[in-house]
């Protein structure tokens, strides 16, 4: 099992740049896949990005691509996400995930943090 606890939100105005980190904790976490995922106000959770154990590979959501940068230091068991030219439509609570897996056309998570708030406003 990984723990997860998230650090780094807050309010930016548009264009600005926010750092969220992802500290876990736990014995599987350096060959975890792991992510974020966003949900807004009134909207269902939704995949924003997400990393494979040794960094290599990374996907995105296309609502993020070019913007947002996933990374990991395995070191010290922590993901990382910066978030670049914010845009008021990236106002959302941020969650990390665990040992992310691909099924049902989707990424979904196994462990959850609890969460991390970012406000971008216009």
């Known amino acids: 099992q990984v723990q997860l606890v998230e650090s780094g939100g807050g309010s930016v105005q548009a264009g600005g740049s926010l750092r969220l980190s992802c500290a876990a904790s736990?014995?599987?976490?350096?060959?975890?896949?792991m992510g974020w995922f966003r949900q807004a106000p009134g909207k269902e959770r939704e995949f924003v990005a997400q990393?494979?154990?040794?960094?290599?590979?990374?996907t995105y959501a296309d609502s993020v691509k070019g913007r947002f940068t996933i990374s990991r230091d395995n070191a010290k068991n922590t993901v990382y996400l910066q978030m670049n030219s914010l845009k008021p439509e990236d106002t959302a609570a941020y969650y990390c995930?665990?040992?992310?897996?691909?099924?049902?056309?989707?990424?979904?998570?196994?462990?959850w943090g609890q969460g991390t708030q970012v406000i971008v406003s216009s």
């Open positions: 995930a665990g040992r992310l897996a691909w099924y049902n056309n989707r990424w979904n998570g196994h462990d």
């Open positions: 990393i494979s154990w040794s960094g290599v590979s990374t």
């Open positions: 736990g014995r599987t976490f350096n060959t975890a896949t």
